[in-house]
């Protein structure tokens, strides 16, 4: 009996001691992850340098090459793909002209509107494949009228302009980039009253501030001739079919028509030129002299607001095509938890080469497949399903994106624990980071396990607080990338991260692989710290029994905004009392879910649970994946269906930009316009909303009816 007991015992311990052997912690495979041994900035390099070798605009030939290329790599490290495609409207320009006519005795001068070719230019050969400089959705028309300057193009520029007498209606504006996006720009333009924009990119900005200042390629700022092409959309997907996708078979689709009522594509004709060419038009500008912030580099001419003497004749003829675009799809299905998502999100169509944007960001997401395709070989299995999404037709106004979501809407609002995307991974030194703010603490204690590219003493969060107490995070309620369909759209958790903060040389000819290998990032070891940044975080979230959310820094946020807007209408007779009180109800939610976490950490442990209540883990995990969705209203904003989100959506006039509560701070706005008591109304209305949903989120984090 003895004999027969110490054999039972020796193989209960042999075969455990195999279990341990041969299937390793989730630990030791993340620790696995970001080792030496599983990164490779060769490879990397490698897959920008493919991904660039040619222009590869949305629906175009060699963009679907690229998907090929994307497509081939998941598959060959163990990663079910596939490609779902959409057929949708994109625009290419057709025909366009911009001549100015100065005062007389000076001739008129017809702009080239080319980008220049440097000199021992390696893709010379392929130069011819960029596609003429335009604006994605810009009205076809021709225009003749005085040119204003118009700054930034901003609301408060204009009213500037109105302060000091002059009026632009029947102008054409001049308008630099920078500060706001672009299609708000011409949006603005046309509240102003003007009939044409043309936005120019400036030296003072992109330039390096002159003083004889060299440019690409002998250093990283824009040459004279460069040109910032991009979208004028003001919206998201395909704007044919708005909130619903767009099927490669027959589909419901709006007209043209029907698409300038809905208010999102411009009505009056714009395009964007170059620094030298800004400069030239703004010569000929006269009148009152702009305020000294208005004003360009040292070498730059005085700026003058106009409008005239200088008269322009602008003319764009665009051509709206119906696309096909691929969105490459790969599944590493989950161990345990198949039906729960992670999705790692990026997206391949660039307006030229794309070296920074967007295929830094893929070139990194190819790595992070390697990664795990690597630990695969190993044994690992997540416990959770991780999806890699490579989007099209993201610079068209996030397209590819929002119809994958739109097509897949319940599916994924019930089923993704997160979303993680990297647009631009690496565009020079420095981690930034954006997040809803139940995210925030994962991200923190990723940095700390990753080292800084550019100092191996340190981590990349020993950098990031460098001159900081705390990190910054930012917020994901502008409209800059693809989190957006899934934040504002269906409300999912999101993050959002980079190295570096802006580039000179952003969606021109010169944004290629010479550019990265010289400035963005010479050693590909940022490219490399944004893969381990990235796998991680979606590793601790594919991986971990409870998810790593945190609602008190939701909390926090929510309370700091609700502070903001107090101050805001302290001189109003507006209660705040509904917003204040969810949001203490929330607290209480949050401090509630930690503590049961912590008890279960601390006093039954994991493997207690899985045996005894695997439903409680379960059930946690889905109080915490789904408080997020509690935050969206099914009505959406008003004026604004498609933003379902109503914490989080970018700004009214700036797409770029990201407001808290933005349904309140519309209502505001037009309040103080109108100061009627109807008006007032609707902001106390929209505080109770935005209340209501807070309160919706608390009782999912608490996880009892009431």
């Not at 021992?120 to 400089?133: F, L, N």
């Not at 969105?327 to 992670?342: L, M, Q």
């Not at 519309?666 to 909303?689: C, F, G, M, P, Y």
């Amino acid at each position: 009996m003895i004999n027969r007991i110490i054999t039972t015992i020796v193989s209960i311990t042999t075969s455990l001691s195999f279990f341990l052997i041969a299937s390793p912690s989730k630990p030791y495979y993340h620790s696995l992850y970001i080792s030496p041994s599983l990164s490779n900035n060769r490879s990397i390099s490698q897959h920008l340098y493919t991904l660039t070798r040619r222009p590869h605009l949305a629906g175009t030939a060699a963009n679907a090459e690229a998907a090929s290329y994307v497509l081939s790599t998941l598959t060959s490290n163990h990663i079910k793909s596939h490609v779902a495609e959409y057929a949708v409207s994109l625009t290419y320009p057709d025909t366009r002209s911009l001549t100015l006519t100065h005062p007389p005795p000076q001739p008129p001068t017809t702009f080239s509107l080319q980008q220049e070719v440097y000199k021992d230019d390696p893709y010379a050969d392929v130069a011819d494949q960029v596609e003429p400089t335009f604006h994605a959705y810009a009205k076809s028309g021709k225009v003749t009228g005085p040119v204003a300057y118009v700054n930034y193009g901003r609301v408060e520029d204009y009213t500037t302009i109105k302060k000091t007498g002059i009026n632009v209606t029947g102008s054409i504006v001049l308008a630099r980039y920078g500060k706001i996006y672009r299609g708000d720009i011409v949006e603005n333009a046309y509240d102003a009253g003007a009939i044409g924009v043309l936005i120019y990119t400036d030296r003072k900005d992109y330039g390096g501030g002159g003083g004889g200042t060299k440019w690409f390629p002998d250093d990283r700022w824009m040459p004279p001739s460069g040109v910032q092409v991009g979208t004028v959309f003001n919206g998201a997907g395909d704007p044919t079919t708005p909130g619903w996708p767009s099927s490669i078979e027959v589909c419901e689709r709006l007209s043209e028509d029907d698409v300038e009522k809905a208010g999102d594509v411009p009505l009056i004709p714009s395009l964007p030129i170059s620094g030298a060419d800004g400069e030239e038009i703004l010569r000929a500008i006269g009148g009152v002299v702009a305020d000294d912030e208005w004003q360009g580099d040292e070498d730059a001419p005085v700026y003058r607001i106009g409008p005239g003497p200088g008269i322009i004749d602008l003319s764009y003829m665009g051509k709206q095509v119906i696309s096909t675009i691929q969105n490459v799809i790969g599944i590493i299905e989950g161990a345990e938890e198949p039906d729960r998502f992670v999705i790692l999100g990026n997206h391949r169509d660039a307006w030229t080469f794309g070296a920074v944007d967007p295929n830094s960001g893929t070139a990194a997401l190819l790595e992070v497949a390697e990664r795990f395709g690597k630990l695969q070989e190993k044994g690992w299995k997540p416990r959770r399903t991780i999806i890699f999404c490579n989007w099209d037709a993201e610079e068209y106004g996030l397209v590819g994106s929002t119809e994958w979501v739109e097509e897949n809407r319940e599916m994924l609002a019930s089923k993704v624990v997160a979303y993680l995307n990297v647009d631009i991974a690496v565009a020079g030194a420095g981690f930034q980071a954006s997040a809803t703010p139940q995210l925030d603490q994962l991200i923190i204690e990723v940095t700390k396990q990753v080292q800084d590219p550019d100092n191996s003493s340190q981590t990349v969060y020993d950098s990031w607080v460098k001159t900081t107490k705390y990190p910054e995070i930012g917020r994901l309620g502008g409209g800059g990338s693809d989190y957006a369909a899934f934040v504002q759209h269906i409300g999912v958790p999101a993050t959002d991260i980079s190295f570096g903060n802006g580039y000179p040389v952003y969606h021109s000819m010169y944004d290629d692989f010479i550019w990265m290998s010289k400035f963005g990032d010479p050693m590909f070891r940022r490219h490399v710290a944004a893969a381990s940044i990235w796998g991680l975080v979606a590793l601790q979230l594919a991986d971990e029994e409870i998810l790593p959310f945190n609602y008190s820094t939701y909390v926090y946020e929510l309370q700091k905004s609700a502070e903001d807007l107090e101050t805001e209408l302290s001189d109003k007779s507006i209660s705040l009392i509904p917003l204040f009180k969810s949001i203490e109800k929330m607290k209480k939610a949050a401090i509630q879910i930690n503590d049961e976490i912590k008890e279960i950490k601390e006093k039954k442990g994991w493997a207690f649970m899985w045996k005894n209540q695997p439903w409680r883990m379960r059930e946690i995990n889905d109080r915490l994946m789904m408080a997020e969705r509690a935050l969206t209203d099914r009505d959406g904003l008003s004026g604004r269906p498609w933003y379902k989100h109503l914490i989080y959506a970018p700004s009214k006039h700036n797409d770029y930009g990201s407001k808290c509560f933005p349904g309140i701070d519309d209502a505001v706005e037009i309040a103080n316009k109108l100061d009627t008591k109807d008006s007032w109304q609707s902001v106390q209305h929209e505080i109770w909303r935005v209340s209501r949903a807070i309160t919706q989120a608390s009782l999912v984090l608490h996880g009892e009816l009431t």
